[in-house]
């Protein structure tokens, strides 16, 4: 089966034995959604609170049922008030986010997570019940408060009746041209572990590594934020792959003011990116001072549609609300093709094949 991204992307896919369902938590825009649908699943349900990012949602993609309404009201309710349609649930996905957890019961369980969004997407998960989970998550869960919040995340799934395994993964890795590391959490239902008689494996790495040069060219016009004119002449001054470490030391100390003394190395400060490297995590905001990327040819940041690129969203999907709202939309998304790639390794493992490599999901790309 070969599924089209974009002009320049195509994937290669393995046809799947069945029709695999999957409801998805905090959707956002859709990066995840979207990846496991090229991977092979039939979207039941995206639940997601922003209206902008739901908008973005129903707009791509009028045949979802796209629930606008806030994951703690939804678990309160019970989900099934908000789903139309009836069976088995193969995969719950989504993001929560990651909140401080208070340790003061002395299970650790499920109840000691109330007050967290953690604790509605466990609700919900026990509510359901599907075959697998699958959460995706920043890379510092697992350090948090020294491995505790992981932890305790992992004991809940564990009492809900899930078999759990998590790994971090880079996008670099899988056909996305960028630095993005995440912790990916995936679950299976104990019967149907013992059915299936083996342990899920994470997808293996893609052996080309995209760099921008590869996805930005010929991108379509789009909004894009600006720097006012005494950024501009800072980046100027910075070579392509350079930072506030290339310029002249009293612009440098201008530049970071009480910054310029302190430890680290601060090379998010005045970062101008190069063709020849991948880009780094997109974030929500285009134009932070601690965190910039300049576009490495022209005085500005990223545009709205160059990170969809660097996010491996495909050019006709479409994003609405403010700039400010796009950007978020986009920061905060998964990337697709890394999305693509772990959905394809859960359909493999529920089909029951050993030790799958991922092959069919290589993305290629066409200049």
Same mark, same amino acid.
């Given at each position: 089966?070969?599924?089209?991204?974009?002009?320049?992307?195509e994937?290669?896919?393995?046809?799947?034995?069945?029709?695999?369902?999957?409801?998805?938590?905090?959707?956002?825009?859709?990066?995840?959604a979207? *990846?496991?649908? +090229?991977?092979? @699943? !039939?979207?039941?349900?995206?639940?997601?609170?922003?209206?902008w990012?739901?908008? #973005? %949602?129903?707009?791509?993609?009028?045949?979802?049922?796209?629930?606008?309404?806030?994951?703690?009201?939804?678990?309160?309710?019970?989900i099934?008030?908000?789903?139309?349609?009836?069976?088995?649930?193969?995969?719950?996905?989504? *993001?929560?986010? +990651?909140?401080? @957890? !208070?340790?003061?019961?002395?299970?650790?369980?499920?109840?000691?997570?109330?007050? #967290? %969004?953690?604790?509605?997407?466990?609700?919900?998960?026990?509510?359901?019940?599907?075959?697998?989970?699958?959460?995706?998550?920043?890379?510092?869960?697992?350090?948090?408060?020294?491995?505790?919040?992981?932890?305790?995340?992992?004991?809940?799934?564990?009492?809900?009746?899930?078999?759990?395994?998590?790994?971090?993964?880079?996008?670099?890795?899988?056909?996305?041209?960028?630095?993005?590391?995440?912790?990916?959490?995936?679950?299976?239902?104990?019967?149907?572990?013992?059915?299936?008689?083996?342990?899920?494996?994470?997808?293996?790495?893609?052996?080309?590594k995209?760099?921008?040069?590869?996805?930005?060219?010929?991108?379509p016009?789009?909004?894009?934020?600006?720097?006012?004119?005494?950024?501009?002449?800072?980046?100027?001054?910075?070579?392509?792959?350079?930072?506030?470490?290339?310029?002249?030391?009293?612009?440098?100390?201008?530049?970071?003011?009480?910054?310029?003394?302190?430890?680290?190395?601060?090379?998010?400060?005045?970062?101008?990116?190069?063709?020849?490297?991948?880009?780094?995590?997109?974030?929500?905001?285009?134009?932070q001072?601690?965190?910039?990327?300049?576009?490495?040819?022209?005085?500005?940041?990223?545009?709205?549609?160059?990170?969809?690129?660097?996010?491996?969203?495909?050019?006709?999907?479409?994003?609405?609300?403010?700039?400010?709202?796009q950007?978020?939309?986009?920061?905060?998304?998964?990337?697709?093709?890394?999305a693509?790639?772990?959905?394809?390794?859960?359909?493999?493992?529920?089909?029951g094949?050993?030790?799958?490599?991922?092959?069919?999901?290589?993305l290629k790309?066409?200049?």
């Amino acid at each position: 089966m070969t599924v089209i991204m974009q002009n320049q992307q195509e994937y290669d896919l393995k046809k799947t034995s069945k029709n695999f369902s999957v409801v998805e938590l905090f959707a956002g825009a859709g990066g995840l959604a979207l *990846g496991l649908e +090229c991977a092979g @699943f !039939s979207t039941k349900a995206v639940l997601e609170n922003n209206k902008w990012a739901c908008e #973005t %949602l129903r707009k791509n993609r009028p045949e979802w049922n796209v629930v606008e309404e806030d994951v703690i009201k939804i678990a309160d309710d019970g989900i099934g008030k908000y789903l139309n349609f009836e069976g088995e649930i193969d995969l719950l996905s989504g *993001g929560y986010p +990651c909140q401080s @957890f !208070s340790y003061a019961g002395k299970k650790l369980g499920l109840e000691d997570t109330r007050g #967290t %969004l953690f604790y509605s997407y466990a609700e919900i998960l026990k509510e359901l019940k599907p075959k697998m989970f699958l959460a995706e998550n920043v890379k510092g869960l697992v350090s948090h408060d020294k491995g505790r919040t992981l932890q305790t995340m992992l004991d809940v799934f564990t009492e809900v009746g899930y078999t759990v395994s998590y790994k971090v993964l880079n996008s670099l890795d899988y056909s996305v041209a960028q630095k993005r590391e995440r912790i990916v959490i995936i679950g299976v239902r104990n019967d149907v572990k013992e059915k299936i008689g083996f342990d899920f494996n994470f997808p293996t790495p893609h052996q080309n590594k995209l760099l921008l040069k590869d996805i930005l060219k010929d991108v379509p016009n789009s909004l894009c934020a600006s720097y006012p004119e005494k950024k501009k002449a800072i980046f100027a001054l910075v070579p392509q792959g350079g930072c506030w470490r290339n310029l002249p030391e009293t612009v440098a100390k201008e530049y970071l003011a009480g910054s310029y003394h302190l430890g680290g190395g601060k090379t998010g400060i005045a970062r101008k990116m190069s063709w020849d490297e991948a880009g780094l995590t997109v974030l929500c905001s285009p134009a932070q001072k601690q965190t910039d990327r300049c576009h490495p040819d022209e005085l500005r940041p990223f545009s709205v549609r160059e990170n969809a690129r660097i996010q491996s969203f495909p050019d006709d999907w479409d994003f609405f609300g403010s700039m400010a709202e796009q950007y978020k939309q986009i920061g905060n998304a998964v990337p697709v093709n890394l999305a693509c790639a772990i959905g394809c390794s859960i359909i493999e493992y529920l089909n029951g094949v050993k030790g799958a490599k991922n092959e069919t999901v290589q993305l290629k790309f066409h200049f």
